[in-house]
């Protein structure tokens, strides 16, 4: 498999399980948090680092969008790779079978990336994940993870639908405040 054909596949299984390929990367949302999983090619070795990225939603009074920004240039606000009994899935100098290799990708959706995508999405179960070690929290984060602001999102539409619908964030001064239209 090379290169090429190897990040189709990974964007086929990514898209089975509800990622979305922008900007050389993969998203899944919710409304408190962003997951990023970015192919990084080695400079050391014919392989990839599957880099998962999570920003939250608030976290220093910033809101995150979908850009080439967030699958390339941070680390997000928690950050872990794949495990090291899948390494051999992004290694090309290692012999595996097409089949094999897209079977150990399904798999480590199904084992790894699954289970921590579902607990990524929220802020309480991302700090969970930094307390449990599998992901890395920068200190800046574990320090702000108690602080982190709600973040709403509202789709403002407007009612003779001459123009398109936009999404307006608000983040609220006070967390418990109540939002009133």
Known sequence: MTSLEFKSTFDEVAKEHKFEKAHGGWFLESPECIVVLDLQKS???DHYEMNVKIYAQGMFGRTYARCK?????DIGNAF???PDEYRDVF???MLMDDNRRKHRLKELFRVFINPLTEKALSRHG???LGA??????????KANCNHVKRVVRILVCDATLETPPRVLTYIPSNANADIHL
């Open 80 to 82: 872990t790779r794949q």
């Open 126 to 128: 991302l700090k969970e």
């Open 132 to 141: 449990r070690g599998r992901v890395y929290l920068p200190p800046a984060v």
């Open 91 to 93: 290694d090309f100098s």
């Open 69 to 73: 920004d967030l699958v390339k240039q």
């Open 43 to 45: 400079n050391y070795g």
